[in-house]
């Protein structure tokens, strides 16, 4: 599982397709929870963390039209030297969503349930993290009462989230792990 680039080059690439804070925030986010789930989980922690922080690396360049997210990332991504099965996977946390032809697709390996349940719990905690002003203090147990509120963080897929059961872990397992991982960012997201 050898990885083309440093981090420090990643962030790079980033910066090269997108401009917003709020998303290199989510990319971080991502990065920090799967770095997280790897660790705990027994896998790699650098090309997990890696999956996190590249996921949406065509974001800043395809939200203007979301239905092509994910269409982009393959060519970058090659362009920098990552093998097909990470691109695949990157790809993964768009399966079932009308964008780039995936929506047919569905997760399969842990990696991907991973991927798409941690970059998507980045929404539930960073809006539970405004409303409280800060993640010191954050519980599972009260983050778990919001994910119930079906208004509050309205756009965040709960469905996907729940995919942390296919790592063996329960929600608030998984909770606590990004939860954790995110305390532990907290400077550089802003926190």
């Known amino acids: 599982m ?3 680039i440093t981090r420090d080059e990643a962030l790079k690439l980033i ?3 997108n401009s917003e804070r709020s998303d290199l925030i989510h990319f ?3 990065e920090a929870i799967m770095g997280a789930l790897a660790k705990r989980l027994g896998e790699s922690v650098e090309y997990w963390s ?3 922080l590249l996921h949406d690396i065509d974001w800043g360049i395809t939200k203007n039209n979301p239905s092509e997210h994910c269409s ?3 060519e970058i991504l090659k362009a920098a030297g990552f093998d097909d099965d990470f691109v695949a996977l990157v790809l993964s946390h768009g399966y079932g969503w009308d964008c780039a032809g995936l929506k047919e697709k569905r997760r399969t390996r842990k990696v991907e349930y991973a991927l798409a349940a941690s970059e998507t719990l ?3 905690i960073h809006a539970y993290a405004i409303l409280r002003k800060g993640l010191d203090g954050m519980e599972p147990s009260g983050l778990k009462k919001r994910m119930k ?5 309205a756009g965040v897929n709960r469905d996907i ?3 942390c059961e296919h790592l063996g872990l329960t929600l608030d397992q998984f909770f606590e792990i990004a939860i954790i991982a995110l305390q532990e960012i907290s400077k550089e997201i802003g926190f």
């Open 2 to 4: 050898d990885l083309p």
């Open 15 to 17: 910066e090269r397709y």
């Open 28 to 30: 971080l986010e991502s």
């Open 50 to 52: 890696m999956l996190g």
């Open 72 to 74: 982009k990332a393959p």
């Open 122 to 124: 980045t929404g539930l």
């Open 149 to 153: 509120e079906k208004k509050f963080a």
């Open 161 to 163: 989230i729940m995919e």
